[in-house]
Nanobody, 127 residues
């Protein structure tokens, strides 16, 4: 059984930084791409960032490009989202997800390409 557990969310002021972590249980973490999505209050879930199984390729939403960095530590079965220069519009519940497809060179932007999801962690950025 694959389980994903996010942590690292919190309440911060605009301009601050946070690092989210997502620990993935189960086998074959190293074979799958990972992604981060978020759901702002009253809005649909949206793509934030993705990384391939090797970590060699990443993909970012335009709204976070240059401020957020996705990375992974395959030895720790963990994917990270480093968030810098946070803005009030970054306020959302952040979810990590694991892809359906193994050994893919694509860093997927669509939620439909992900099969397993965490429970989410709240990030609130005050102005």
């Amino acid at each position: 059984q694959v389980q994903l557990v996010e942590s690292g969310g919190g309440l911060v002021q605009a301009g601050a930084s946070l690092r989210l972590s997502c620990v993935v249980s189960g086998r074959a973490f190293t074979a799958y791409g990972m992604g981060w999505f978020r759901q702002p209050p009253g809005k649909e879930r949206e793509f934030v960032a993705a990384i391939t199984y090797t970590g060699s390729s990443t993909n970012y939403a335009d709204s976070v490009k240059g401020r957020f960095t996705i990375s992974r530590d395959n030895a720790k079965n963990t994917v990270y989202l480093q968030m810098n220069s946070l803005k009030p519009e970054d306020t959302a519940v952040y979810y990590c997800a694991r892809t359906r497809t193994s050994y893919s060179w694509s860093a997927y932007r669509s939620a439909n390409d992900y099969a397993y999801w965490g429970q989410g962690t709240q990030v609130t950025v005050s102005s």
